[in-house]
């Protein structure tokens, strides 16, 4: 029985980092997003074009978006992820 109660103590430990892994890849791309987005503002959408930024933040999201689908379980929140970032490096 003790051991029992170890395995699911380890299993809740998995299934909080998931959701942590998830839930700050949500907030690294949006907070990637928002940059571009006060750049944008700020200096022009056409400086922001003609910058690297833009295709380093790319970069920076199709990595993201590697590490939640090597850790990811739940298929149907990440997919969900993946079309909304995938959506914006077009």
Do not use: P, W
Not at 47 to 69: M, Q, T
Not at 70 to 89: M, N, P, R, T, W
């Amino acid at each position: 029985m003790h051991i029992t109660k170890g395995m699911n103590e380890n299993k809740e430990i998995l299934n909080r980092l998931e959701d942590l892994i998830f839930i700050n890849s949500i907030i690294a791309t949006e907070l990637i997003r928002i940059t571009e987005n006060t750049v944008g503002i700020l200096h022009g959408s056409e400086f922001l074009e003609s910058s690297s930024c833009k295709s380093e933040h790319n970069l920076l999201n199709e990595k993201i978006i590697h590490i939640i689908k090597k850790y990811q379980i739940d298929k149907e929140s990440f997919g969900a992820l993946e079309k909304h970032v995938l959506k914006h490096l077009q």
